[in-house]
């Protein structure tokens, strides 16, 4: 099976924080995803990749980059963390282009 | 543009009865439909798919879906849901674009009562 790991489950940020959230897939997929999700919104697609050093942004871009220097890791980057940006966030990987996502457990970011 | 609606944001159910979730999606053409759980504090996990072919679908967990193009629905069930499927269900279809976004519902929770 596809495995997707975030590297933390639970981040704590001071606000004003570069926080790095990380994600690798061990399937050599070319899609990767990063989500949050927050009560009553769903999941909005914040940025993704369908190639190494290849970006488009989601519906929700604003505060955050990222970064695709190798296949199998996508980095979610949030340039100054604010309140606003308390989530979770989920990263996903998929194969082919509509197969259909491959998640990881996701990251609770809390920033204070 | 896709948009895919889940009329119903919680359900609860008896454990031992039958579930159905409802899932309506807007698309131009034949969809590419999913439907995932997630558990508490977790990730989502695939159920089921559907891409063409035969319109009901069966998935993992004893869950499966039929697709209704003259209804625009495609609706999760299970006949006997068990206590472990309290979670939080997910609609998606798959953009029309070539990136493979998919575009997801608000989600449904599902209680189950002992």
């Known amino acids: 099976d596809v495995k997707v790991t975030q590297s933390s489950r639970y981040l704590v940020k001071r606000t004003g924080e570069k926080v790095f959230l990380e994600c690798v897939q061990d399937?050599?997929?070319?899609?990767m995803f990063w989500y949050r999700q927050d009560p009553g919104l769903g999941l909005r697609l914040i940025y993704f990749?369908?190639?190494?050093?290849?970006?488009e942004k989601g519906d929700i871009p604003e505060g955050y980059s990222v970064s695709r220097e190798k296949k199998e890791r996508f980095s979610l980057i949030l340039e100054s963390a604010s309140t606003n940006q308390t989530s979770m966030y989920l990263c996903?990987?998929?194969?082919?282009?509509?197969?259909?996502?491959?998640f990881g457990s996701g990251t609770r970011l809390t920033v204070v | 543009a896709q948009s895919v609606t889940q009329p119903d944001i919680h359900i609860t159910v008896s454990e031992g009865a039958s579930l159905e979730l409802r899932c309506n999606y807007s698309?131009?053409?034949?969809?590419?439909l999913f439907w995932y759980v997630q558990s508490p504090g977790q990730g989502l996990q695939l159920l089921l798919k559907y891409f063409s072919g035969d319109t009901l679908v069966q998935g993992i967990k004893g869950f499966e879906a039929e697709f209704k193009r003259s209804q625009s629905s495609f609706n999760l069930r299970k006949p006997s849901v068990h206590w472990s499927d309290a979670a939080e269900y997910f609609c998606?279809?798959?953009?029309?674009?070539?990136?493979?976004?998919?575009?997801f519902g608000q989600g449904t929770t599902l209680q189950v009562k002992p």
């Open positions: 996903a990987s998929s194969f082919l282009r509509g197969s259909g996502y491959t």
């Open positions: 399937m050599d997929h070319e899609n």
């Open positions: 698309y131009g053409a034949t969809p590419y």
């Open positions: 990749s369908y190639d190494v050093k290849m970006k």
């Open positions: 998606a279809v798959k953009d029309s674009g070539n990136t493979g976004k998919l575009i």
